[in-house]
């Protein structure tokens, strides 16, 4: 089970740190990735990190802004975004797949496992 917290209310530019948390099972061997869902839109990629942390990836929209990364030990995957925009607006679903790939998991369809969204509203 995945559980992602860390949302919240913040000014435009300002910053917050998401975190996912998984429990009954450790995280090792798992790609994971970070999504958002927008009232009204689809649900979009933002960032996703390969099993070991070696490689990421990011949507252009958010590159430069947000950071993803990893703490396998304490089975925990984060996002830190900075600099925020009223268009970051959604809600944050974590995700999480098995596999040892070198290359960081970007397609929503190959993901399995997925923790609640954590709401985050940035005003202007």
């Known amino acids: 089970q995945l559980q992602a917290f860390g949302g919240g209310l913040v000014q435009a530019g300002g910053s917050l740190r998401l975190s996912c948390v998984a429990s009954?099972?450790?995280?090792?061997?798992?790609?994971m990735g970070w999504f958002r869902q927008a009232p009204g839109k689809e649900r979009e990629f933002v960032g996703s990190?390969?099993?070991?942390?070696?490689?990421?990836a990011s949507a252009d929209s958010v590159k430069g802004r947000f950071t993803i990364s990893r703490d396998n030990a304490k089975n925990t995957l984060y996002l830190q975004m900075h600099s925020l925009k009223p268009e970051d607006t959604a809600a944050y679903f974590c995700?999480?797949?098995?596999?040892?790939?070198?290359?960081?998991?970007?397609?929503?369809?190959?993901?399995?496992?997925w923790g609640q969204g954590t709401e985050v509203t940035v005003s202007s």
């Open positions: 995700a999480a797949e098995y596999g040892s790939a070198r290359y960081a998991f970007t397609d929503l369809k190959t993901y399995t496992y």
């Open positions: 009954g099972r450790t995280l090792s061997g798992y790609g």
């Open positions: 990190i390969n099993w070991s942390g070696s490689h990421t």
